[in-house]
Nanobody, 119 residues
Framework: QVQLVESGGGLVQAGGSLRLSCAASGRTFSLYGMGWFRQAPGKERESVATISRSGTSIYYADSVKGRFTISRDNAKNTVYLQMNTLKPEDTAVYYC????????????WGRGTQVTVSS
């Protein structure tokens, strides 16, 4: 089992920044790829960014490229999402997930943190 707890969400004006954190406990953090996903009201959950176990392979959704940065600190069992130049369309609940090394699919989820961007 892996327990994931997100933090850092909140209300910010368009153009502003937020940094999300996801603290992991339980099984060895470095065994898992990690990802950030988001779900806006009335929409399906979508992948925002993922990072491999070593941090050398990173993926971003086109909608956030150049604005968001995912990183991880395996010594602290934490993954981060730095979000800059936020837009109202970034408003969503952001979830952290630990992904299976073999399938790449999320195996564990956090409860989410709300990000609201006002125009």
């Amino acid at each position: 089992q892996v327990q994931l707890v997100e933090s850092g969400g909140g209300l910010v004006q368009a153009g502003g920044s937020l940094r999300l954190s996801c603290a992991a406990s339980g099984r060895t953090f470095s065994l898992y790829g990690m990802g950030w996903f988001r779900q806006a009201p009335g929409k399906e959950r979508e992948s925002v960014a993922t990072i491999s176990r070593s941090g050398t392979s990173i993926y971003y959704a086109d909608s956030v490229k150049g604005r968001f940065t995912i990183s991880r600190d395996n010594a602290k069992n934490t993954v981060y999402l730095q979000m800059n130049t936020l837009k109202p369309e970034d408003t969503a609940v952001y979830y952290c997930a630990a992904t299976s090394a073999s399938t790449g699919r999320p195996s564990y989820w956090g409860r989410g943190t709300q990000v609201t961007v006002s125009s």
